[in-house]
């Protein structure tokens, strides 16, 4: 998940109370429009690994690991690699205007991956969620940096961060209960999640419209100085290996269209030719570029040239192969998890635990009080008391409280229709219809701002205590059988224990981590995490797996705090907002390169239902075409009855004799192999500096 930046500020100097209410309207707004944009997100994230190869007969499109590789690598070009490139247009057009557009391609994109299931179909709603998100962040990240003062920035980045994660551990949750009625709900239910950001749009005055200075001549400066840092001699020999690699790239493509089996090679060609254009454009016009162009075209030409510089070119191989390792726990292990992993003892440990009188009681109380907390910072922020009296606050304001009031009347709602027992649908309309009421009620009598937020608080958390107890001391005997009987922790529920950690421990991690030198939290973390994501990737059990998961989130919250401000310091001097600008290129690189490694690697010795087809044909020497006539959900089943095994005896049986978790080991390897990398990378960039002063 995401990771706040250090930010060196004078907050220290002003209390925290002081720090919160000094924060621009603007910043709250575009805050709770990057949560919702985040839970409709995750909440797609979370399945869609899973979803791409369900059998056709289980409601999935039944893509090919190989297939699914694809789309995550073409899906990583799109959403890591256009913001290098079109990073300025939120502050050329508008950060409201982007947000605007931002919102209706994620919204088709939703729409699209909802109604096609063929892989064309399905790859291009892929490809305008990636392209809207893409464009969303800029606009979003543009108006916190415009409107956040200097002694407020690490307050309002970290909040900013923790709203982040709160929208990625709540999208995996909806999407979680909602795929089990029907996928398709899954992506409607995040396009209209998205869509509420409109809600949010009238009460936002784009900063963008206020900032003085010319967009152009900044841009053009930093054109230039990025074409001169390029040679003509290197620009000339990376465009020849560019054009033969175009040539080779579409050799390859055409041989796969022969043989009828595309998967990655058409990814490979765009590439080459899209680098080729960029190199052979820039040779013979390299004292045009020197000057500083800020046109679309230039911007992407100086931009694919800056690249070849040989500081920026090995950082983005040597720190590339920690972003392979990093993504695959989001994108392979839900798959993993899946295929491998036995996690019905984590539904015995919960059934057992809920038995008692205290589990359910701490559990609940917990989650009753951060449940009424959020339905109270909801009116809060809505009325805003601290900026203006009651009767200046603005009528559509009560639209958000409406909102928030709803949310805390859903279980005293949901307890006066009986409970854990009650129906959904009553309980939605009848707490919206409620919720509307009170803040009618509110707006009539101009009451007070922090005697509703405190009202909506307790109410929200003294009812959630009383039903969620309920409705946990209750599941308990039905969860004991269904650890009984086999069954699973769906896989989004696994992964998003990470998202969880960050949460409600980041704080705590944060406050060591300002003890430690930025270098050495960055190395710790990077270690911890490679070693988390191994653990989890070769686990055979449910709370080994998780064990792994909760590891890996350590390590991440030890390194990406202090990422940004290390990367900053291998920049050459004059060059830290060039140098920065490719700081997205290796989580593109690495997201790239491992969802094909990956996808082609697992689609051969991982996937449980090949290697089911497998075993039959070679070891039991079942005939090829009563194998290949088995739907994808009947292998397992089969082979269970042909060797007299439970299905879960069969998951050990092939894990044991095929080792899939051996891929893990190479992911891992070169996640280690990259920090190592990293390491020699940066003493000798800073020795390099250092000669290069003293010689001058």
Known sequence: MTMPPATSTESSHRGLVDQLTGLDSRFWIVNVMEMFERLAYYGVRAVIAIYMVLPLENGGPQFTHVQKGSIFAAWASVQSVLPVFTGGFADRYGHKRTIVVAIIIKIVGYVLMAVRMDYFGFFIGCMFLAAGTAIFKPGVQGTLAATLKKSEASVGWAIFYQLVNIGGFLGPVVAGILRLLDWKYVFYSCAVIVAVNFLWLPFYKDPSQEQEGNIDEEQARAMSLASQSVTLRLARCWAAIWCVAVGASGWYWFK??????????????????????????????????????????????????????????????????????????????????????????????????????????????????????????????????????????????????????????????????????????????????????????????????????????????????????????????????????????????????????????????????????????????????????????????GWACIAGIAIFSIGEMLSSPKKMEYLATLAKKGQEGLFMGYANMPVAIGWIVGSIMAGEKYEKDGDKVNLAKRHLEDVLNVPTETVQALKESEVVPYLGEQLSLSAIEVQRLLFEVYKPYELWYEIGAIGLASIVGMVGYGQFVQWLDKKSEEQD
């Open 256 to 541: 796969a269209i022969q043989a009828g089996s595309v998967t990655n090679e058409w990814l490979y060609f765009t590439w080459a030719v899209l680098f080729a254009v960029a190199l052979v454009t820039y040779v013979p016009r390299k004292a045009f570029y020197d000057e500083g162009q800020s046109d679309p075209y230039s911007v992407f030409v100086v931009s694919v040239v800056g690249l070849f510089q040989h500081r920026v070119l090995w950082f983005c191989l040597l720190f590339a192969g920690f972003w392979l390792m990093f993504n695959q726990v989001f994108d392979l292990l839900p798959n993993v998890i899946d295929d491998w992993v036995d996690t019905s003892g984590i539904i015995a440990t919960l059934g057992s635990a809920f038995s008692t009188g205290a589990a359910p009681t701490v559990l609940s109380l917990f989650l009753g009080v951060v449940f009424g907390g959020v339905c109270a910072a909801g009116v809060f922020l809505a009325m805003r008391p601290d900026h203006r009296q009651a009767h200046e606050i603005p009528l559509p304001a009560y639209a958000v409280v409406a909102i928030a009031l709803g949310a805390a009347c859903t279980f005293p709602v949901k307890i006066a229709l009986g409970g854990p027992d009650s129906d959904g649908l009553q309980v939605a309309l009848g707490s919206s219809g409620l919720g509307l009421l009170l803040a009618a009620i509110t707006y009539r009598f101009r009451l007070p701002a922090r005697l509703v937020a405190i009202v909506a608080w307790v109410g929200a958390a003294l009812t959630a205590i009383i039903s969620l107890r309920a409705s946990l001391v209750q599941s308990a005997p039905g969860l004991i059988e269904m650890a009984e009987a086999g069954a699973q922790v769906p896989p989004e529920w696994m992964i998003n224990a990470n998202p969880a950690l960050i949460v409600f421990t980041m704080v705590g991690f944060g406050y060591l981590t300002s003890f430690i030198r930025p270098l050495t939290s960055i190395l710790i973390g990077m270690v911890v995490a490679t070693v988390g994501a191994m653990v989890a990737g070769t686990a055979a059990l």
